[in-house]
C-alpha cells in the first residue's frame, strides 16, 4: 500500500527540512530517528515501519545509551 507509506513519510519529511534545521543536532542514535523512521516505513510498510518508528522513538530519553541502531532487515533483505 504505497498511499499509506507516502502518508505517514510525509510528515517525517516535512519536519527534516523545515523543523529539524532549526534546532542544534542532539539525536543520540545512529541513523537519527527520523531517517530510522523513513526507512522502517519503506521496508516494512506502513504498520510495522510505524510500530518500529515509534519504539525506537521511545528510547530516546536520557537514561539510553543511544549508538547504532539499524531498521532489521526486511523478508527480502535476510
Known amino acids: 500500500m504505497r ?8 510528515p517525517i519529511r516535512f519536519y527534516r527540512k523545515f523543523i529539524s534545521p532549526l534546532k542544534p543536532p542532539t539525536c543520540r542514535f545512529y541513523p537519527t530517528c527520523s531517517a530510522y523512521a523513513l526507512e522502517a516505513i519503506e521496508v516494512h510498510g506502513a504498520a510495522k515501519g510505524a510500530y518500529l518508528a515509534a519504539r525506537r522513538i521511545s528510547k530516546c530519553h536520557p537514561f539510553h545509551p543511544g549508538g547504532f ?5 526486511g523478508k527480502d533483505q535476510e
Do not use: M, N, S, Y
Not at 69 to 73: L, T
Open 3 to 10: 498511499v499509506a507509506r507516502t502518508t505517514l513519510q510525509a
Open 69 to 73: 541502531d539499524p531498521v532489521p532487515p
